[in-house]
């Protein structure tokens, strides 16, 4: 239960911080600072690969998290399409338009899912 | 150029070339007027906007000021796609689509979105240009700051006066690429040929055994400290107004200013001191360069000039900037291979191409397994002392 409480606080901390890191990394790529935005970009891939799987440990331990990737897949996968092209305008617009609004909206995990 | 206008969301078109977005998808004209903002510098005299695309651009740039605003645009179609959508008519307005046709003095101020040299990519010769011209841009915003704190600390501490005179009719430029390994032991016991070492090399030299005669110092980083830090090396330095100040402090032995052309402050002192403002080209190795045509040097021999490497390995051993490195990009090397090589590398060895086919110095290259440079035979160990050996003949 102790852990399932600390993965909780880990992930609520997360998506709560992260609306304010992409924010800087769209700032980041349209003043043209890209090896800075790319190292963010490549920390933001691992921190939603972790928030996927706490998401996943959560609701499997009767708590509630409602994060689901398949929903903002096809915008990474735009935003990797963007990096291979060099294409920092698109990167900079899913991060702006399409992530971040989706962040923002994200419900906090609970402990229990009632 | 493949041009492609598709619908945004907010209504307005926005324009993909080539497959990269020159415009917001979501937010087109919004996203360009934020880039002019950000780039507009009211005190230039006139404007170079590269690149058309629908005009978003230059359409807000016309609203800002009455000054030339010359356009470069790359295809007949542009122009076409523009008339469509946003295309101010103004005097003030040049549309040209020759690099020749700009008109360029002193203080323009040159508008370069970074979508364009993506978008330019495959054609050579202008993305050359432009990704050399936005790379020199995004360092000087970079640092811009820390270059002027570095300049008033080192005029604060040194007096500018003039250069030495040189002592040979060669010089060897030694850098720091990987072929140093192979070639620093050309530079023992040497007496006929003058050493100039970049920062990054001096190091290297001395765990060698080797003094070289002068070391150079451009950037304005912190960490350039490290070149210097813990040696007791006593020779000449030389070094850029705008060099970190704290690393120039570290060195005990003669010092002499460098000013850069193209620096407001740097051309007003060279002025003043009726020194050379140098070319520098955007790395301490093209600064050095320009130093010695300066100087008067019949022979450059470049050591450790390699723009590539092979592996990861970007340096040689011992040098303060040797990192290893991920890179997808090749170049030809003097011995017909293909090295790796990283962008920054590939605009100062574009500088050295250019030089060197207009240079009256005869410039030598020692790096076989370094990537060919316009103009500049490859020499080996041999022919490099018996032009030594001619030099003292005359």
Redesign the interface.
């Known amino acids: 239960m102790q852990e399932l409480v600390e993965i909780v606080e880990s992930y609520n901390e997360y998506i709560n911080n992260l609306p304010d890191g992409l924010v800087t990394v769209v700032e980041k790529l349209r003043n043209e600072n890209f090896s800075e935005a790319l190292v963010n970009i490549k920390n933001f891939s691992e921190g939603i690969l972790w928030l996927s799987q706490a998401g996943k440990l959560i609701n499997q331990n009767n708590g509630y998290a409602s994060i689901d990737v398949n929903q903002i897949t096809d915008f990474l996968l735009e935003i990797n399409e963007g990096l291979e092209m060099q294409d920092y305008v698109l990167v900079a617009d899913i991060f702006e338009y399409e992530l971040i609004p989706f962040f923002e909206a994200l419900e906090k995990a609970k402990v229990s899912a009632l | 150029m493949q041009l492609n206008v598709l619908n945004a969301?907010d209504g307005h078109k926005t324009l993909r070339i080539n497959?990269?977005?020159?415009?917001?998808?979501?937010?087109p004209i919004q996203?360009a007027e934020?880039?002019i903002d950000?780039e507009f510098d009211d005190s230039a005299d006139s404007y170079i906007l590269i690149g058309l695309g629908l005009g978003y651009h230059l359409s807000y740039l016309a609203t800002k000021t009455r000054k030339d605003i010359y356009v470069l645009y790359f295809d007949k179609n542009e122009l076409t796609i523009a008339e469509e959508n946003i295309f101010p008519c103004a005097p003030h307005i040049h549309l040209v689509s020759q690099l020749s046709d700009l008109h360029v003095n002193k203080n323009v101020q040159v508008l370069l979105h970074?979508?364009w040299v993506?978008i330019m990519k495959s054609n050579t010769k202008i993305y050359g240009l432009l990704d050399t011209m936005?790379r020199n841009q995004?360092s000087f915003?970079?640092f811009s700051e820390k270059m002027y704190l570095n300049a008033m600390e080192n005029l604060k501490r040194n007096v500018p006066h003039n250069y030495p005179e040189k002592q040979s009719s060669i010089a060897c430029l030694v850098s720091s690429g990987p072929s140093l390994n192979e070639t620093i032991h050309w530079l023992e016991n040497n007496r006929d040929a003058e050493i100039y070492a970049v920062g990054s090399a001096l190091k290297v030299l001395l765990n060698n055994g080797i003094v070289p005669d002068a070391v150079v110092l451009t950037d304005a980083q912190d960490n350039i400290k490290k070149q210097l830090d813990g040696t007791d090396y006593k020779g000449t330095l030389y070094y850029l107004l705008t060099a970190n100040a704290d690393a120039v402090k570290l060195h005990r032995g003669p010092k002499y200013l460098l000013f850069q052309d193209g620096y407001a402050l740097a051309e007003e002192v060279a002025d003043k001191f009726n020194l050379p403002k140098l070319a520098t080209g955007g790395s301490v190795a093209t600064t050095t360069f320009s130093l010695l045509e300066y100087m008067g040097y019949e022979n450059i021999v470049l050591f450790g000039q390699d723009f590539g490497f092979i592996g990861n390995d970007t340096h040689a051993m011992g040098s303060t900037s040797r990192k290893k490195v991920q890179t997808d990009s090749f170049i030809l090397a003097n011995d017909g291979s293909l090295i790796n090589t990283q962008p920054n590398l590939q605009v100062y060895l574009r500088w050295f191409n250019e030089h060197c086919v207009n240079t009256k110095i005869n410039v030598y290259n020692t790096a076989i397994k370094g990537a060919q440079i316009k103009n500049v035979p490859l020499i080996n160990r041999d022919e490099f002392e018996k032009l030594k050996a001619q030099s003292n003949l005359l």
């Open positions: 969301s497959g990269i977005f020159l415009y917001s998808k979501y937010k996203d934020k880039w950000k970074h979508a993506q936005k995004i915003e970079k």
